[in-house]
């Protein structure tokens, strides 16, 4: 396959790490790459891969939110999200 001539990724089974499928997706990125890349996340509903998903989509809000503040301590997170770290 030639990965600088794909324009189209289609994640249908997501990984529980983010990062293993954002490198997946960065692949079609690589140097030499003149097209718009268009990524699809295929997703059924009410199966895990939707809580899979909704899980990465929580994790990286939090990550944002921690990483995007000075001024953020325990006193600013809920029970959940400290549990949610662990």
Do not use: C, F
Not at 15 to 36: L, M, P, S, Y
Not at 38 to 43: D, H, R
Not at 67 to 73: A, E, K, P, S
């Amino acid at each position: 396959m030639n990965l600088v001539g794909a324009d189209v990724v289609i994640h249908y089974d997501p990984w529980w790490n983010q990062a293993a499928q954002n490198q997946a997706t960065d692949r079609a990125h690589r140097i030499g790459q003149e097209h718009k890349v268009t990524v699809y996340n295929l997703i059924s509903k009410g199966t895990i891969e939707e809580k899979i998903l909704e899980m990465q989509k929580n994790k990286q809000q939090l990550v944002d939110n921690i990483l995007g503040n000075d001024r953020v301590n325990s006193s600013n997170l809920s029970k959940e999200d400290l549990l949610g770290l662990l």
